[in-house]
């Protein structure tokens, strides 16, 4: 089976950037995404296709997928943005998820 | 807006058998590919499985730890996506969501509604 292995949390200071990585086998072959989800709520796709925003998304977040690592940065982060947040890609039909990585902001 | 709004959840025995509903709104059902995803309490996100548009030929996916015991159908004449549960494990306790799978990614998503197997 595909893994997707995510650093279990992440800390940034307001207004910096912040940097959460997904890696797989190959990933940088394959479209990776990002879900973002607070609690008590619903997951919201943040990024698509390895570098697209939904309409709504804020211009601060961004990805990039490359070799064996994709990577959600926030840049000038919020205090709004403090989350959980989960990488996702295709291993051939199969929907696979990363373990999440809980974004604090102090 | 998308709305989906997910039912059925519920406390169920080891062994027994729960159909959860989706119901969806305000987008174009039939053509989209529909996904359940679910979560365990305090843990990440887990996929379950997909059905296709009927177009595509309605064709479904599953992940391995619920084949042959989950299946999902949808009535596109009701807008309605199902996921049939047999021989659920205390391990399937989770709380389902339904999710449009589109966009190349799961772009919407309902509230999720909670299943709950114990004895």
């Known amino acids: 089976s595909y893994d997707l292995t995510q650093p279990p949390s992440v800390s940034v200071s307001p207004g910096q950037t912040a940097s959460i990585t997904c890696s797989g086998d190959?990933?940088?072959?394959?479209?990776a995404c990002w879900y973002q989800q607070k609690p008590g709520q619903s997951p919201v796709l943040v990024i698509y296709q390895d570098t697209k925003r939904p309409s709504g998304i804020p211009e601060r977040f961004s990805g990039s997928n490359s070799g064996n690592t994709a990577t959600l940065t926030i840049s000038g982060t919020q205090a709004m943005d403090e989350a959980d947040y989960y990488c996702q890609a295709w291993d051939s039909i199969t929907v696979v998820f990363g373990g999440g990585t809980k974004l604090t902001v102090l | 807006e998308v709305q989906l709004v997910e039912s059925g959840g519920g406390l169920v025995k080891p062994g027994g058998s729960l159909r959860l509903s989706c119901a969806a709104s305000?987008?174009?059902?039939?053509?989209?590919?529909m996904s359940w995803v679910r979560q365990a309490p305090g843990k990440g996100l887990e996929w379950i499985g997909r059905i296709k548009s009927k177009t595509e030929g309605g064709a479904t996916d599953y992940a391995a730890p619920v084949k042959g015991r989950f299946t999902i159908s949808r009535d596109d004449s009701k807008t309605t996506l199902y996921l049939q549960m047999n021989s659920l494990k205390t391990e399937d306790t989770a709380v389902y969501f339904c999710?449009?799978?589109?966009?190349?990614?799961?772009?919407?998503w309902g509230q999720g509604t909670l299943v709950l197997v114990s004895s």
């Open positions: 305000r987008f174009t059902f039939n053509n989209a590919w």
């Open positions: 999710t449009t799978e589109r966009l190349g990614g799961h772009d919407s």
């Open positions: 190959k990933l940088g072959d394959k479209y």
